[in-house]
């Protein structure tokens, strides 16, 4: 049989990125916070006196400078930032591989002779998993990532992402097709993802993945073209291995009906059994997983196999990814076969000599709850001017918990114990409570199963069984914690092994540590012997009793009641420099449905005609790839066309480079009003207005491409009327998400109203273009520092009493049918703890408020809470942006440990304890080292004290910071 080989001759599947530029100019010194760890600190096998823990690796709060120069970030679509969780029952997360190749271009337009204006390309190429233990570029530093080297004597680090210009890839690339020996120690890490070596940051912050989803355009470089340039830059990404395209990405799971589909479909019996033994079930009854360690070869022969059986690997990463094509593209099933990434951002003016960098709005207002909706809903009371603010807040919190409904006024709320109990559990998560089995009739109503004729003996049975259940579950309880706590001690053991010339831990023998965590491990491996015994057990059990049910009743494992714990502040921030950033967690934002649109390279523009006197121009310019800047010439890829396409395309919607390329074939007048006239008529292109009339050779033409479900929709606004079609509504009428659907069939059937400029293909996504206005604001990350005042004083100051009153509770808290509160007045302990940690933000909070208001009242037309609620929706009309996050960490912190990310169990120095740390405690720990001691802090498993906050610092993606030392004004949730 021929081996089956991926091709990618085919349509490529177009998706937009979003490209921000930040600007350097000279001095502009040390104000950005860098990355948060610097792997070159990894200890080798010969430093004895620095231990493999996370702790030695993290760079601190300090500041940094960046280099002078351009600095480009692209965000990568919410479609290849979000992990899929198969239904196995292990809880692993999957991220979809990334592009690893990016071509970056710059076009500089000169318009230095504006008689004979110019556009100048300059093409690099990104390796974005290229590694190598020295760094690529002296100037255009590559970041460093903790890497498993098998070399007993060599480094754990890498350096990860290399770039070079165009001209020597390129050569390079051609010298490795041809099988000479040229560059043979060059190395490549496979499946490159959003998180990168395990952090949701990798991708996320210019400072974790320059040279990788970063480009750094160095004043070397940029000296060459002088000062008060404008740049244009273009990106383009693809997959150096089309195995890792989401085009030929497998499943990792299918319901079983889809299962048995496929499999039917499958002729071949060798094929058969190869997809068999790839997709097995986890569970009775469950999905289908696919196995891990599958080779490359493997994945080839399951795509081959499951394309043949009529799977659609488009429609599935359209589903998964939420990603969707113009109308009517998808009915005609196209053979697409890779996938490219692209964006531009244009009109960047360089300035070695001026600051780019715009004032921040520094004054943000905070709000603090035990929830989101408390916090906003405070703060939404407190600063939006309506009066009575307990009966405001009351009304927000029972509208986001879902409690309204039979309230005819506000004054009531206080009285609601619904209401009161559902704030209380508002406040707390759930935990996994192990599981129940239960005996039920089959097809019997819920809450009425008849169990009368069932036998005495099946009730102990099933007490039996549950029993059994109960002892495992405690005993996996445990075995988590004691894998934490080994992970704990081991973590405090290579502090002191590795200590070097460090003042002493306390406990100075490593050995003494080194036996009691052996006897930990002992300890774990009886109780692992003991689950497993007990499983074995709960199976034959479970069987048995299966067995001796009559046909109409069955066995049923649940989820048991779950247990609580205090969930952690929220924190609120609302002004001006709180912007969200909707380059993730926004890519659906122009669309009704909240899919992001993407294009085939059969539908991107490929020309455009500028009608005569537009601008200056006494006769009809026409723009096409012959006559635009363009890349080399040889692209050594099968779709070097498309990429070719793609920077023809970029050029044609970006008016700066159009505007030069217009002046030098025959335009005239002002370069500004040029660029100014061509970006309105792009912008109508992009987004078209709403005709009010439609003749019906344009309703023709609409209905002959678009899908019927679109149809369908565009005539509940349009209707015939004689030789038209008009419009059912007043424009301004228009919904919001009637608006995007809309605009979605304008661009899908090319239908640019109110442009005078002609444009040849599909418009993009908004996603795609980006004009550049000075240096942006893009928060994402925040630092909080607080003060926790203790009412037990358990650590502070050498005084401490480590134990509680056996009556605290009690004595300090009134317990009420729903809650608790503090006895007397809360006066400000004289003790204090300090706890710090960082994390990032989560947008649309204020968002989603206003929507749960909208669907009330139109569900409730005229209710009671009417007035109240419209009030409130008035209010929220002009509401500055708010991001809002919890304080992540600290529950950890106040039981003395650490939330960061941590090494893997390891030490690379030979001694006796080798084998120990490398594989003792390594298996026994396992996956468990989700935090590390932080024997600095106290220990307070009870929550009870006040808690004020010392700082916040805001973070954006470039590593610019505001620091919040005093908030403008500080409001307190309900129960804070």
């Given at each position: ?191 490159l993802s959003a998180v990168g070596y395990g952090s949701p940051e990798f991708s996320a912050s210019y400072h974790t993945c320059k040279s990788i989803f970063g480009f750094y355009d160095t004043d070397i470089d940029l000296d060459k073209l002088g000062n008060n340039i404008i740049l244009s830059y273009n990106v383009i990404g693809w997959y150096s291995k089309l195995a890792d395209d989401p085009m030929s990405q497998l499943p990792l799971q ?357 009608p005569a006197n537009l601008i200056g121009n006494p006769s009809a310019l026409s723009f096409n790839k012959d006559n635009t800047p363009q890349l080399s010439k040889v692209i050594p890829l099968e779709y070097s066309e498309q990429i070719h396409a793609l920077f023809t395309e970029s050029c044609l919607l970006n008016a700066v480079i159009m505007a030069a390329q217009a002046l030098a074939n025959g335009a005239a007048g002002d370069f500004i ?31 002959a491409i678009i899908s019927d479900a679109d149809l369908k929709f565009f005539l509940t606004l349009y209707v015939q009327s004689g030789e038209n079609y008009i419009l059912t509504k007043p424009a301004g009428d228009i919904t919001a998400s009637e608006l995007k659907h809309l605009d979605y069939i304008f661009v899908s059937t090319a239908s640019a109203w109110g442009t005078q400029v002609q444009f040849s293909g599909l418009a993009p996504s ?211």
């Amino acid at each position: 049989m021929t081996k089956f080989k991926l091709m990618a001759d085919g349509p490529g599947l177009i998706v937009p990125i979003n490209i921000e530029a930040m600007c350097v100019h000279e001095d502009a010194g040390a104000i950005f916070t860098g990355a948060p760890y610097n792997f070159t600190e990894l200890p080798d096998s010969k430093q004895t006196d620095k231990p493999n823990l996370s702790v030695k690796v993290m760079t601190g709060d300090g500041l940094v400078t960046m280099g002078t120069g351009v600095h480009l970030h692209w965000a990568l679509p919410d479609g290849l930032t979000r992990g899929q969780s198969p239904q196995d029952n292990k809880g692993n997360v999957a991220f979809p591989s990334t592009p690893d190749r990016w071509m970056v271009t710059r076009v500089y337009s000169d318009i230095s002779n504006i008689s004979a204006p110019l556009n100048r390309v300059k093409t690099w190429v990104i390796e974005s998993n290229y590694i190598s233990v020295e760094q690529p570029d002296v100037k255009r530093f590559s970041i460093s990532v903790p890497y498993k080297n098998e070399e007993v004597d060599g480094p754990q680090y890498r350096f990860l992402g290399r770039v070079q210009e165009y001209e020597t890839w390129h050569a390079q690339f051609l010298r490795k097709q041809s099988n000479l020996s040229v560059n043979d120690e060059d190395e490549y890490v496979d499946g490159l993802s959003a998180v990168g070596y395990g952090s949701p940051e990798f991708s996320a912050s210019y400072h974790t993945c320059k040279s990788i989803f970063g480009f750094y355009d160095t004043d070397i470089d940029l000296d060459k073209l002088g000062n008060n340039i404008i740049l244009s830059y273009n990106v383009i990404g693809w997959y150096s291995k089309l195995a890792d395209d989401p085009m030929s990405q497998l499943p990792l799971q299918f319901d079983p009906a889809v299962f048995n589909d496929l499999l039917n479909k499958i002729t071949v019996p060798e094929d058969k059994a190869a997809f068999k033994k790839a997709y097995i079930q986890a569970q009775p009854e469950g999905k289908y997983i696919l196995v891990k360690g599958i080779s490359v070869d493997d994945k080839t022969n399951l795509f081959r196999i499951l394309t043949a059986a009529g799977f659609s690997f488009l429609r599935n990463v359209l589903n998964q990814c939420k990603w969707s094509l113009p109308s009517g593209t998808l009915e005609t099933n196209p053979p697409v076969t890779h996938t490219l990434l692209t964006g531009i951002i244009s009109k960047v003016i360089w300035n070695k000599k001026v600051s780019s960098f715009k004032a921040v709005d520094e004054k943000i207002n905070i709000a603090v709850g035990n929830t989101s909706s408390q916090a906003l809903a405070a703060l939404i009371a407190n600063i939006s001017e309506i009066e009575d603010q307990p009966n405001v807040e009351l009304l927000l919190d029972a509208l986001q918990l879902g409690k309204l409904k039979g309230v005819t006024d506000a004054d009531s709320l206080n009285r609601l114990e619904d209401l009161m109990i559902a704030l209380h559990t508002s406040g707390y998560n759930t935990g996994k409570g192990g599981y129940l089995w239960e005996v039920n009739r089959i097809n019997d109503e819920q809450g009425k199963n008849d169990l009368t004729a069932l036998a005495q003996s099946m009730g102990n049975d099933l007490n039996e069984l549950n029993q059994l259940q109960l002892d495992y579950d405690n005993g996996n309880f445990e075995i988590e914690s004691m894998r934490t706590q080994i992970f704990m001690d081991w973590y405090r053991f290579l502090l002191i092994l590795r200590r070097g010339k460090d003042p002493d831990h306390g406990m100075s023998d490593p050995g003494a540590i080194a036996e009691m965590i052996s006897g930990e491990i002992a300890v774990l491996d009886e109780k692992e012997k003991e689950k497993t015994n007990t499983d074995t057990k709960i199976i034959e059990l479970a069987n048995a009793i299966a067995k001796k049910l009559p046909k109409e009743y069955e066995l049923v494992k649940k989820s048991a009641a779950r247990y609580w714990e205090p969930s952690e502040p929220v924190v609120l921030f609302q002004g001006n420099a709180i912007n969200p950033p909707l380059r993730y967690g926004g890519d659906g934002r122009f669309m009704a449905n909240d899919t992001m649109v993407c294009r085939l390279s059969s539908q991107l523009v490929t020309g455009m005609v500028i009608p005569a006197n537009l601008i200056g121009n006494p006769s009809a310019l026409s723009f096409n790839k012959d006559n635009t800047p363009q890349l080399s010439k040889v692209i050594p890829l099968e779709y070097s066309e498309q990429i070719h396409a793609l920077f023809t395309e970029s050029c044609l919607l970006n008016a700066v480079i159009m505007a030069a390329q217009a002046l030098a074939n025959g335009a005239a007048g002002d370069f500004i009003e040029i660029c100014n006239k061509l970006k309105a008529n792009r912008d109508n292109y992009l987004a078209p207005p709403v005709p009010q009339i439609l003749t019906i050779a344009q309703f023709e033409a609409i209905k002959a491409i678009i899908s019927d479900a679109d149809l369908k929709f565009f005539l509940t606004l349009y209707v015939q009327s004689g030789e038209n079609y008009i419009l059912t509504k007043p424009a301004g009428d228009i919904t919001a998400s009637e608006l995007k659907h809309l605009d979605y069939i304008f661009v899908s059937t090319a239908s640019a109203w109110g442009t005078q400029v002609q444009f040849s293909g599909l418009a993009p996504s908004l996603i795609y273009v980006v004009e550049w206005d000075g240096n942006p604001w893009l928060p994402f990350s925040f630092s909080w520092d607080v003060t926790y005042y203790p009412f037990k004083n358990n650590g502070s100051r050498g005084i401490a009493d480590p134990k509680y009153a056996e009556d605290f509770i009690y004595k300090n808290f009134t317990l009420g049918d729903v809650t608790y509160s503090f006895k007397g007045d809360v006066t400000v302990p004289p003790v204090y703890q300090s706890y710090k940690n960082s994390i990032f933000m989560s947008p649309h909070a204020e968002e989603n408020f206003q929507t749960q208001i909208k669907k009330y009242l139109d569900g409730q037309p005229k209710g009671p809470l009417d007035p109240e609620l419209r009030e409130i929706l008035e209010a929220l009309k002009d509401f500055p942006p708010i991001l809002s996050q919890a304080f992540n960490g600290i529950n950890d912190a106040m039981i003395m440990r650490n939330l960061v990310m941590q090494l893997q169990v390891k030490d690379p120095v030979p001694s006796g304890f080798s084998n120990f740390t490398n594989v003792l405690v390594k298996k026994a720990v396992a996956s468990m080292t989700k935090s590390a001691p932080s024997p600095g802090n106290f220990y307070n498993p009870i929550r009870a004290g006040v808690l004020s906050i010392s700082a916040l610092t805001i973070v954006d993606v470039f590593g610019r910071n505001i620091k919040i030392a005093t908030p403008e004004k500080n409001y307190p949730g309900s129960k804070p």
